[in-house]
Each structure stands twice: as C-alpha cells, then as structure tokens.
C-alpha cells in the first residue's frame, strides 16, 4: 500500500483486512517522547484498529515471520528506525553496511513468511530532491525497499486523495 503523506493509505490497508478476523498490527515507530502531536496521531490509528486486533511494536525484521495475518504501519517508519539504529543518519563508520544488512534482512522476512501481510509505505520519490545528504539516503533506502517489496508483492496498491488504485 503506497502513497503520499495523508493520502488514506493506512485506512484503505486497515479496511482490505477488515473482517480477517484475529490481525497482528505491526507498529513500526518507535515512541516519541515529550511529542504530543505525534502521540495523537498513534492514538487516532488505535482507535480505529478493531479490538480484537494484536499490537506489537516492533522493528525486527524476524516478526514478519509470525503466522496469521499482518498489517505492517509502515515501512516508511521501519526505514527510519534502521537509520536510527545503524547510525546512518549521523555517518558513523560502517553505517551503509549495517543499513543494507538490515534493509536485506526485512526483504528476506518479507518473501519468505508464511503469513499474509498488508504493508504500508509512503511513496516519497514523487517530490522535491531533498536537500541534505541524510535526506538524500533516506528517499533512495527507502524508495529501494519499496521497490524490492513491491516486485514480490501478491498485489500493489496506490493510494492518493483517498482514492486506492491497484497497480498490480
């Protein structure tokens, strides 16, 4: 599920499960603190989750893994984490090793889980070039996993202005 900033990607992912019965929603970003506009956004996508629907915040690739169905909100976030956790936003020494080791890893859980998953992803290679050299690396890591999980996806999905296009 592709598509810009606030363009509905997410509920239209949430609604092609709807129905599924028991899903494991898996929260790609991390807490962040003392950040109340952040936290109303997790809390607005809580609130439309069924209740029945399992929680797990999470950035390991290995969680793919689990059976069942999956909702993964969002790749884009996950991207982000790695970054964190590589130390690519910040240069360190080995950083572009690290961040492809993990990028490698989350597309080897991706194809080969058992589990039916519905992923989310922002589309962020359709704006301006970003100005600095981590936003740079951060549209073409991501845009690349994009990529690599869109080419083994059952179905691809666009979504923009609320409106979802299948692509495949």
């Given at each position: 599920m592709l598509g810009g900033s606030r363009s509905g990607k997410s509920a239209h992912a949430e609604a092609l499960l709807a129905g599924t019965g028991a899903v494991t929603y898996l929260a790609t970003s991390p807490p962040v603190p003392d950040d109340t506009e952040w936290a109303e956004?997790?809390?607005?996508?809580?609130?439309r989750r069924p209740a029945g629907w399992t929680t797990v915040e999470t950035t390991a690739p290995s969680d793919l893994l689990r059976p069942?169905?999956?909702?993964?909100?969002?790749?884009?976030?996950?991207?982000?984490?790695?970054?964190d956790e590589t130390g690519a936003w910040t240069d360190d020494p080995g950083a572009p090793g690290r961040l492809a080791a993990r990028c490698d890893a989350l597309v080897q859980a991706w194809t080969t889980t058992p589990a039916h998953v519905v992923a989310v992803s922002d589309e962020v290679g359709l704006g301006v070039v970003p100005e600095t050299r981590s936003g740079r690396l951060f549209r073409d890591t991501l845009g690349a996993v994009n990529q690599r999980l869109a080419g083994t996806a059952d179905e691809v999905w666009f979504v923009v202005a609320g409106l979802p296009q299948r692509l495949r």
């Open positions: 956004r997790v809390a607005a996508h809580r609130a069942g169905t999956l909702l993964v909100d969002s790749i884009t976030t996950w991207v982000a984490a790695l970054m």
